[in-house]
Structure formats: C-alpha cells, structure tokens
C-alpha cells in the first residue's frame, strides 16, 4: 500500500515553454501534498505544501506564479513549471501524507526528471 | 527551527561490513523521526521510523533508535550487501514544522562486493 506515482518520469522541454507535472496516490486519500526539489548529490528542498481544495503555502523564496500547484483532489496533485527556463532544469519529487493512522509519514513518488534545453 | 545533521559521506564498505551512519537533530517538542533511501534514479523509501523516545525503528536489517537524552537518530546494519548501495537521507518532522519534513544533506553508501 501507500504507493504514489509522477508522471512524466522524464521530460525534456525548450525554453519558454510550460511543463506539467502530475503526483498521484494511487491506493488512499492525501489530504496534504508536498512538492520538492532535488539537485544533483543534495538533499531536497521543500518547495510548497499543498492542501487539497485549498491553495498551496509556498517556501520562503519559492516563485508561486512560476511554479503553480493545483491539488484538485484527494489523490491528485499537479506542477507546473510555467516559462522553464535552464535554471529549472532539476529532479522534481513529490509526496503524499496519509490523513489517517501515521499521519506524519509521507510516501514519495519516483520523481520527475525535468531538463530544459 | 528544526535542522537534522547527517554524517558527511561518501562512505564506502565491502559487503558484510558493519554500517554506521550518524543522524543528530534539533527541534522543540517531540518530533517523529525517519530514514528514507534513494536508490540511483528514484525517489525516496521510507525505510524506518520512530515516533517516541527509545522507539526502534527497524526494516530490512536497518536499525536506528530514537535517543532524547542525545537528540540522535543512528542508522546501523549488522551486514551490508551491495544492493544496500544509496543515498540515505535522516528526517524529522514536528517539533515546530507539524507535518512537514526536515532532511539532513544525505549521505551516500557504497558497497563493494
């Protein structure tokens, strides 16, 4: 169980152009979903907090009109990379919080490898 | 705030060795704490917890307790295999964070057979 999946795996996109990213829990309902970002031999930086039927709560530093997340439901939560530009080229990873039992582990997906060209 | 520090890596071992990896943390309260890995291209596995003070947390011949008195959160195994090899990350969340996740900086294992 508690398994959550990204879609695309791997995406390579011009310059200029909008990228979108899905997260999705495939076997229960996530109230709270929390997207990151990885550079390469570093640990991962939150970047928002995303709460389904509301807005996300974004880092300090985090450009929300550049990286604008929608969590319309309770198992779907998107990211889109609007304008990508190099700088955005990263491993995008997100996760999911169970709302019952535990509710402070999170269960990540396999992230999303996004180069922009 | 809250903040996790990882022993700095790389570290390398041949199989059979044993495995220390040092995690100590900083927070208010009482926070749950967590061992995730990353093996090469993939995401993050959960690969144990503990949620109170000298709770054990243990997965696949991992262990790690939870120690208070020392704010540490040691990852160790008896016995690494090669398949072991991956980025293992310490996390905490709660204290002042409720629900989101602290990670330390990771620290990278390499088994040689």
């Known amino acids: 169980g508690a398994v959550v999946s990204q879609h695309p795996s791997r995406v390579i996109c011009k310059s200029g152009t909008s990228v979108k990213i899905e997260c999705r829990s495939l076997?229960?309902?996530?109230?709270?979903m929390f997207w990151y970002r990885q550079f390469p031999k570093q640990s991962l930086m939150l970047m928002a907090t995303?709460?389904?039927?509301?807005?996300?709560?974004?880092e300090q530093g985090v450009e929300k009109d550049k990286f604008l997340i929608n969590h319309a439901s309770l198992t779907l939560s998107t990211l889109t990379v609007t304008s990508a530009h190099p700088e955005d080229s990263s491993f995008y990873i997100c996760?999911?919080?169970?709302?019952?039992?535990?509710?402070?582990?999170?269960?990540f997906g396999p992230g999303t490898r996004l180069l922009v060209l | 705030g809250n903040s996790v520090t990882q022993m700095e890596g790389p570290v390398t071992l041949s199989e059979e060795a044993f495995l220390t990896i040092n995690c100590t943390y900083t927070?208010?309260?009482?926070?749950?704490l967590f061992w995730y890995v990353q093996y090469p291209g993939e995401g993050l596995q959960l690969l144990l917890k503990?949620?109170?003070?000298?709770d054990k947390g243990s997965n696949k011949g991992f262990e790690a307790t939870y120690r208070k008195e020392t704010t540490s959160f040691h990852l160790e195994k008896g016995s690494v295999q090669v398949s072991d090899s991956a980025v293992y990350f310490c996390?905490?969340?709660?204290?002042?964070?409720?629900?989101?996740?602290?990670f330390g900086q990771g620290t990278i294992l390499t088994v040689h057979p």
């Open positions: 996760s999911a919080r169970t709302s019952g039992g535990g509710g402070e582990t999170q269960y």
């Open positions: 076997d229960f309902q996530a109230t709270t």
């Open positions: 995303s709460n389904e039927g509301s807005k996300a709560t974004y």
């Open positions: 927070a208010t309260g009482y926070p749950s």
């Open positions: 503990a949620t109170k003070a000298d």
């Open positions: 996390a905490l969340a709660g204290g002042t964070s409720y629900g989101k996740l602290t």
